[in-house]
Structure formats: structure tokens, C-alpha cells
């Protein structure tokens, strides 16, 4: 492979479907290190709810953007694009490839592609926006916006309030849709992608989703959540796993219920996962199951060929 060409091989694919354990395995094929683009895993206060690496995995390859944040730091993606495009520039000064992984498709563009920039608006819109989401609920703002913009009502989480609040500012302070403003005028990446997801049938991850939430009871969830339980207003832990047991720890809901909230909303958070990674068209899709020697073939003869050419 030509020095020149440096190579991102970005992992993607839904919640508790082995995408860690494939970045170590390329990690360690490569010789390389790996950069996570997970935005719960930067929080170091929360270990077991977001399915961070254990301290084995940590040790198989070294991984950059793991707990080294904590929940009471502003941290965003605009400022992981600007750590994460530094710490490439870094890693390729030795390195061809450097892998990533994370199921925030948010995070992985911001890397990849680069972010949208928008115009500012006036403050106030959004304020008028929340009262109205207060007063008359979700369904009336994506009816709006499914007018505004229909594009945006198609393709953004529509089920995530902040996400339709962010786009019916923009479509109501300038008069354009929100859509209208992706993609315009990103900075030129001075690295490659190739882009791998990992599937598996849907049945067969939800059951994987279960067991996962199981094993993070097991493992202490509830004691890390109550540890937690000061700062459960902190945007970090507006999250599935932490809000419904802060439900139980304040005696809303009853433990059961907690927990099976928790993979309900874990399997939601899945499916959108998918959503967002299916519309890349040029991803290469393996199963979930596939033996790293056909990975790392395919891989292999890709890198080969693209510096071929």
C-alpha cells in the first residue's frame, strides 16, 4: 500500500452487535489504534450503560476518545470533529489505516464528511418552539416540519424532539428548509474511508439487546445510575439506561419495569441506528458473525486496489 494513501475503516452497525470486538481484531491485524465515535462511551462517570470497552478489550488495541470526558464538560460533536481530525492527522503519521467505531452516525459523519454549518436565528424561535412542544406535543412539530421540509421529516429522528426543534428553527428563522443546508461547503478530508457495517436479523439483535441490558444489571448498572442520581439533569444523562432507572431510583416506576423500558428503548435507538447507516450506499455489509479472515481478506484486497489505481 502507497505511504500516501491513509486509509479510515470506519465500523458501524446497530447497539450490542459485536462492532468492539471486530475494531480490536482489525485493530490488531493492522497494527493500528482506534478512535471511538461513541458519544456515550466519552463520559468516564458512565461505564457499565453505555457498553464501553472492559479493561480487556482496552488492552487489545489502543483506543483513543474512551472516557476522557467527564458528564459535567460541554463537549459536542463540533469539538469531537476538531479532537478526532487531530488525533488522525497524528495516528497517520504512522500508521496507513486507523479504525473507528460507534453507532453515533451523527459523530461518525462529523469525522467522515465533515458538519453542517447553519446560519444563526434568532433565539427566541426556539423558545416558542419548546412551549409549544410543552403544550401541544411532539406530533404537532413533526406536522410542521413534515410541511416546512419534507425532506428533514424523512430522514432526521423524528421521534427525538431535539432534533425537530433544530430543524424548525432553521426552516422558520430562514425561511429555507433545514435540508437545504447539509452538505454545503465541507472540508476536504486528507484521508480515505471505507465504511463496514456489521447486521444481523432483527429478531436475533433485539434478543442480543435483551441479554446485554441482563448482563449490565448483573454488572452494577443500578449502583453506577444511582451514583449518578445528583446529575440526572446533565444533558449526558438524558440517555437510555440512566433516565428510566433514575424513574425507579425516584419512585416512579417499579425495577421490572425499569428494565424492560430500557430495552424497549435500546431496541428504538437500534432501529433508528439502522435507519441512518442503511441510507450509506457504499457500505460494505458483512454478518455479524463473519469470520475476521474473510474481514481482513476483503479489506486487504480493497486497500491493495484502490492505491492500485
Not at 7 to 26: F, Q
Not at 253 to 267: A, M, P, Q, Y
Amino acid at each position: 500500500m502507497n505511504s500516501n494513501s491513509k486509509y479510515l475503516i470506519s465500523i458501524v452497525g446497530p447497539t450490542a452487535i459485536g462492532k468492539t470486538a471486530l475494531s480490536i481484531k482489525l485493530a490488531q491485524h493492522y497494527k493500528t489504534e482506534i478512535i471511538s465515535a461513541d458519544s456515550r462511551q466519552f463520559f468516564s462517570e458512565m461505564q457499565i450503560g453505555t457498553a464501553a470497552p472492559t479493561p480487556e478489550e482496552l488492552s487489545g488495541a489502543k483506543h483513543h476518545f474512551i472516557h476522557h470526558k467527564s458528564i459535567k464538560d460541554n463537549y459536542n460533536v463540533g469539538a469531537f470533529e476538531k479532537d478526532a481530525l487531530q488525533c488522525l492527522t497524528n495516528l497517520f503519521k504512522t500508521n496507513n489505516v486507523v479504525i473507528m467505531v460507534g453507532g453515533s452516525g451523527l459523530y461518525v459523519d462529523a469525522v467522515t464528511k465533515g458538519l453542517d454549518h447553519f446560519p444563526e436565528v434568532d433565539a427566541t424561535i426556539r423558545e416558542t418552539l419548546n412551549s409549544q412542544l410543552k403544550t401541544e406535543g411532539l406530533e404537532t412539530l413533526q406536522k410542521q416540519l413534515q410541511t416546512l421540509d419534507p425532506v428533514s421529516y424523512n430522514t432526521i429522528a423524528i421521534d427525538n424532539p431535539h432534533r425537530v426543534i433544530r430543524a424548525l428553527e432553521i426552516c422558520i428563522g430562514t425561511e429555507k428548509p433545514y435540508s437545504s443546508f447539509l452538505n454545503q461547503g465541507k472540508e476536504k478530508r486528507h484521508f480515505k474511508t471505507i465504511t463496514i457495517g456489521l447486521k444481523a436479523d432483527r429478531a436475533l439483535i433485539y434478543q442480543r439487546i435483551n441479554q446485554r441490558v441482563d448482563i449490565m444489571m448483573q454488572d452494577g448498572l443500578l449502583e453506577e445510575v444511582k451514583n449518578l442520581l445528583a446529575y440526572k439533569d446533565l444533558n449526558a444523562l438524558n440517555t437510555v439506561g440512566y433516565k428510566e432507572l433514575f424513574n425507579y431510583l425516584e419512585d416512579t416506576w417499579e425495577l421490572d419495569f425499569s428494565v424492560s423500558e430500557i430495552k424497549k428503548n435500546t431496541r428504538r435507538f437500534a432501529k433508528r441506528q439502522l435507519t441512518w447507516f442503511k441510507k450509506k450506499e457504499d457500505t460494505l455489509w458483512f454478518e455479524y458473525n463473519t469470520p475476521i479472515d474473510k474481514i481482513t481478506s476483503q479489506l486487504d484486497s480493497l486497500l491493495n486496489h484502490k492505491h492500485d489505481n
